[in-house]
């Protein structure tokens, strides 16, 4: 992925963003924040102005308030002022750490310090190394579709109205979005040492790019806000300029090979928080891979023998029980039912605190379905939320290049699959997370700026596992059969990246070893590739950094164990990466459990 699109990738994507929390009026959730974490989000707004600056759409859906009216900064010399911006506020957050007594609010100073500078080294990489290249069609429509919401007040969405004049320019002082990016390309188009976007992720976005169009239209139709057809035709023959432009002076730039240079790529796992090196990442995983693989073909069997299926391979089973699809409305209604039956097994069990409140859960948008093809969590507000939950979203078909050709997955619309996915996305996964942090009073810093995918996958892939044994054994298998997914990402993806293995090969692994739908295993290598390389690594890399402290934990306190309390705990610290929460588990969990006093962070 470029790193230059990434800067807008908060509005372009369904990322994991977070930031203050405040008591829960409609949840009848009431927390005392603590003094530190007072103090601490105050130092965090030297960053946070800087998001609500250079990118509202971003800090609106965290829940910063007074930026639904506002847009990216796309104007000249982006990067450059950023750059600038940033490191005064990495001088200023060092000028306060200087002074700071408090142990708690000098790491979250750390970690803010830290999360700058790594942005700083993106900027300037990408300056080195890469023309700039923007995907307006997916971006403009996530920055209206974070407004138009169910879960958006109906006074608060009509500056969505608001936003798409300003993108289309017919706002006084505004030019279009889309002229100032081919403005952003063009000037570093013909610079030297830089490479191009990869040619298959310019050709994706121009084929999905009516998706967007149409998505739009059907959510200010969704809403009832009138006055949008006028600044919408605008937008939309702009959209095809630009997309004219991309065809014309981008593509010839375009590159073949989709590998990025190493240093991208390095940086690409740095940021999502896998600190192995490539090849020692591929290897471990291929390790799990083989050993995930044996525990499918032991339980296969089982299931064949009950079934009566000739078959004992656990792939030729799981091709079996693909075959009991749910279709229609029976697909929600489901996995409604699931989440109730998951709920009861966690109550039962003492796994994780549960809220009281019900969980969300909806089939994606063929607008959504095109920006993120595979089942995700969408994070509530998090800054002053009054009641807004997280939702997982449920994607049913991949669009094709092909105009008016989708292709279909299987992988989600089955029983066996439920257990796992809502496991994952729902209760005791991400869901859970984010009603912690609401709940939590977790600080910015812990909630916002010390994020990573490692973190937050891992605990997605954990829930998985923590729930398994009390799964069905047809959910045991699929349940296993996407832990061996995770791991087969962990090592198709840098192996993609130094050339080791093709695209057709890890399609082939995808489809023949994991059993995916061709539509999934696409998704998937375009995600590995192009999407967002590097970013996939970091489900199976958290949850081993997991599995490895919960093994250490049980060392250190034996019968004195508990479970509950255990993953109570690390809900509690935020998206605190692996460091970090190994730290706060060792000096203040495991002394708590054996009866000693620390000082709690909350």
């Not at 009073?441 to 009390?470: D, H």
């Not at 590097?534 to 049980?554: C, H, M, N």
Request: charged content about 25%; hydrophobic content about 40%.
């Amino acid at each position: 992925m470029q790193i230059t699109r990434a800067l807008l990738g908060a509005i372009a994507a369904l990322s994991f963003t977070c930031s203050f929390t405040m008591a829960q009026e409609k949840q009848g959730v009431s927390h005392v924040v603590p003094a530190w974490v007072q103090r601490s989000n105050e130092n965090a707004k030297v960053l946070l102005d800087l998001e609500a600056r250079y990118n509202p759409e971003g800090a609106q859906q965290s829940g910063v308030d007074g930026v639904d009216e506002q847009i990216f900064d796309l104007k000249p010399n982006r990067e450059q002022r950023y750059k600038k911006d940033l490191l005064a506020a990495i001088e200023e957050l060092q000028s306060r750490l200087a002074k700071e007594k408090d142990e708690h609010v000098r790491q979250d100073l750390a970690i803010m310090i830290d999360n700058a500078k790594k942005d700083i080294h993106g900027i300037d990489l990408s300056e080195r190394l890469e023309i700039p290249y923007f995907d307006m069609n997916r971006t403009v429509f996530y920055g209206l579709r974070s407004l138009l919401d169910d879960q958006i007040a109906p006074e608060r969405r009509k500056a969505a109205l608001v936003r798409l004049r300003k993108y289309a320019g017919m706002e006084e002082g505004y030019t279009p979005v889309t002229k100032l990016a081919e403005a952003h390309i063009a000037e570093k188009l013909n610079l030297p040492g830089r490479i191009g976007p990869f040619k298959g992720e310019l050709e994706t976005d121009l084929a999905n790019g009516s998706s967007f169009i149409s998505g739009i239209e059907g959510l200010f139709k969704k809403y009832g806000i009138t006055g949008y057809e006028e600044p919408l035709a605008k937008l939309k023959a702009q959209l095809a300029e630009y997309n004219d432009f991309v065809r014309a002076k981008v593509l010839p730039k375009a590159r073949t090979d989709f590998r990025l240079p190493p240093e991208l790529y390095a940086y690409s796992l740095e940021r999502v928080g896998v600190d192995l090196p490539p090849q020692q990442l591929a290897d471990v995983a291929h390790a799990a891979f083989n050993d995930i693989q044996k525990e499918m073909q032991a339980l296969a069997p089982k299931i064949a023998s009950q079934r009566g299926w000739k078959s004992t391979d656990y792939r030729d089973v799981i091709r079996e029980l693909k075959k009991e699809q749910w279709t229609g409305e029976s697909i929600l209604a489901n996995y409604k039912k699931r989440i109730g039956e998951i709920e009861d097994i966690i109550r039962r069990e003492k796994l994780v605190t549960l809220p009281s409140r019900p969980m969300r859960i909806r089939l994606a948008s063929e607008a959504e379905s095109a920006a993120v093809p595979a089942p995700n969590m969408r994070p509530p507000r998090l800054i002053g939320n009054t009641g807004e939950a997280g939702e997982f979203v449920l994607p049913l078909s991949f669009p094709s290049k092909e105009k008016g050709k989708e292709q279909k997955f299987d992988d989600f619309t089955y029983a066996a699959a439920s257990w796992t996915l809502t496991a994952h996305e729902g209760r005791p996964g991400h869901e859970l997370q984010f009603d912690a942090m609401v709940e939590n009073g977790i600080s910015i810093a812990r909630a916002l700026y010390a994020f990573n995918s490692t973190n937050v996958e891992g605990w997605g892939l954990y829930a998985e596992k923590i729930l398994l044994p009390y799964m069905p054994l047809e959910g045991q298998l699929v349940s296993l059969q996407f832990r061996l997914h995770r791991a087969a990402r962990a090592f198709l993806d840098p192996e993609l990246q130094m050339g080791k293995v093709t695209p057709e090969q890890a399609h082939k692994v995808l489809t023949d070893d994991v059993v995916l739908s061709d539509a999934m295993a696409t998704s998937e290598v375009q995600r590995y590739t192009f999407r967002s390389p590097g970013q996939a690594t970091s489900y199976f890399y958290g949850y081993t950094k997991l599995v490895a402290l919960r093994s250490d934990v049980e060392k250190a306190l034996g019968k004195k164990f508990d479970a509950h309390k255990f993953h109570d705990f690390i809900l509690s610290q935020g998206l605190l990466p692996p460091n970090l929460l190994r730290k706060a588990v060792m000096d203040q969990f495991v002394p708590e459990m054996q009866g000693n006093k620390v000082a709690r962070l909350n």
